[in-house]
């Protein structure tokens, strides 16, 4: 039986196809579209499914969507009422959306689905609604390797959640209690992000990275004002200070008075201030998550907790709470955004609506999230004659030593292979890698490589056997969704003199033996690779350790800042051209910058993709 699971319409649009409760394939719309946090219907992802599992449109037994339009919309309704008459431009910019696309969903995706089918609507496979949060939720526990856990979904807000807490047992998902719209983490923590000057949907990464420089100046006004928290967790915002509910932007002038001042501009300096309230919001966030994990554990007991949702991409919380929370064991959805509720809905239908039993896989069922297309020696080959380009057809034999060796010398390589990654992170599979060793490493990444930040964090891919040498962290945390502190043995003692900097000069301070991983706090975003999932990734980083006795190398995704994750040999020489990076790995094809045909100097890409 074959179920597919579409997300699309809000953002980060994606499609998941499972076979009898497996996953086959699973990939975001952006990867194809070149566009950023796609919204748009993902038809090039759903061909990309189907070809991956030789079937036709026809051969599907369901089409399941992610969310419920209908009740979305009667929240949309009922918001605007509540407010009314403030937000009635709002109102009037979101109505013809609704009423042209979103409102007759069912319709657009029959005429969708038609069109790749080449059939009448009529022919069409039965199509389904999961709900929002169901989708999370199924896309956390189902995959997961544990039989029994609780189950916390934590994001903007979906028809009318914005948190939920299940309890996952076997093949059943049982919905406990939530907190409903507009009382929403996730859109409190989008505030900040909004008024610090970053993009809402891209930009909470950087506000999780720019905390640390920071200091929690403002939690005590937050809770005073912004949040009343409770202390079960559960928590009511004072809609006084944010405009999200019916207004255009996240923030209003009450929120702009209480932190002295309008929001930051786009692309302006960063002053202390955005890093104060960076790692202000950062201490409420993991306060709440904390503080929830801990009554959802006194209510329903057990070692394991699955977390899903846009909030569950907090690797600081993560980390956090799996140091201090309750649980033993925490498994996260590598996709918790959006994109993967793709996935969750599929699920959503093959185990809640056809009943079908589970088998639970000891490390989990996600298959590394290496679930999208894997280009073949010809594809490669092809394209990169077609341009010129002049590469070295090597064995793994003669490749890995060789590369470990380029890396060991400090050079920066785009390494492509095998099959994408599915969510957010790239995990081995479409890299930029180069050695943590280096002191410089950090910066021409940032700088010359992704042209972004120069305050952004780099992650380390470790050998999964080896994590405990250089991390505070002693279980697998494959999808980069952990963050641990660097090992006291590993660590650079600081003078007084450097202890009492501040902001981004604490950047220029050396604070580890692996510099271009360590962030100013001494932690690291850790990726464990594991021989199973990523055999040549694994193969690398072991014949690095070989030739440096170091286990570790800086691991982040293949683009530029504003551009998705690198998909086709095309998407990664194009990539390699605009940027400073050295050498270019494609599968078992190795290309030197140096001998490249002449690339026009181009600036293209700063207006290609839009800045995130």
Known sequence: ??????????????????????????????????????????AQGIVYCLNEANIKVGDLDSIVFYDKPLIKFERLLETYLAYAPKGFRSFLAAMPVWLKEKLFLKTTLKKEFAKIAGCKETELPKLFFAGHHQSHAASAFYPSPFEKAS??????????????????????????????????????????????GFKVNSGEYKLMGLAPYGEPKYVDLILEHLIDLKEDGTFRLDMSYFNYATGLTMTNGKFAKLFGGPARKAETDI??????????????????????????????????????????????????????????????????GDAGGSLGAALVTWYDYYDNPRTVQPDDAMQGSYLGPKSTDSDIRSYLDSVNAKYEPLTDDVLMPKLASILASENVVGWFQG??????????????????????????????????????????????????????????????????????????????????????????????????????????????????????????IKEFEKQTDCAVLVNTSFNVRGEPIVCTPEDAYRCFMRTEMDYLVLENVILDKREQPEWAKDESWRDEFELD
């Open 1 to 42: 039986m074959y179920i597919l699971g579409i997300s699309a319409y809000y953002h980060d649009s994606a499609v998941a196809l499972i076979k009898d409760g497996e996953i086959v394939a699973a990939v975001q719309e952006e990867r194809f579209t070149r566009k950023k946090h796609d919204a748009g219907f993902p």
């Open 151 to 196: 189950v916390l979904c934590l994001d903007g807000v979906g028809e009318w959640a914005t948190t939920t807490c299940w309890q996952g047992d076997g093949n059943k998902l049982k919905l406990l209690w939530e907190i409903d719209f507009p009382h929403s983490l996730g859109l409190l923590y989008s505030a900040f992000t909004y008024y610090t």
């Open 271 to 336: 002053s202390q201030k955005e890093m104060d309230m960076a790692r202000s919001i950062q201490a409420v966030t993991e306060e709440v998550v904390l503080r929830l994990a801990r009554s959802i554990h006194k209510e329903q007991g057990g070692d394991n907790l699955c977390l899903a949702g846009g909030v569950a991409l907090n690797c600081v919380s993560n980390g956090r709470l799996l140091r201090e929370g309750p649980f033993k064991n925490i498994w996260i959805q590598p996709a918790a």
């Open 419 to 540: 099959r994408m990654e599915f969510g957010p992170r790239s995990l081995g599979g479409r890299s930029i890698i180069g050695d943590p060793r280096s002191k410089k490493m950090q910066s021409v990444m940032n700088l010359k490589i992704k042209y972004r930040e120069s305050f952004r964090p780099f992650a380390p891919a470790v050998l999964a056997e080896r994590v405990g040498d250089y991390f505070e962290h002693t279980t697998s945390s494959p999808y980069m969704l952990m963050v641990a502190p660097i090992v006291e043995s590993r660590r650079v003692k600081m003078t007084e003199e450097q202890s009492k900097l501040f902001g981004i000069e604490k950047l220029k301070v050396n604070r580890s033996d692996l510099p271009s991983i360590t962030h100013v706090d001494y932690s690291a975003r850790i990726q464990t690779v594991h021989k199973e999932t990523n055999p040549r990734f694994y193969a690398l």
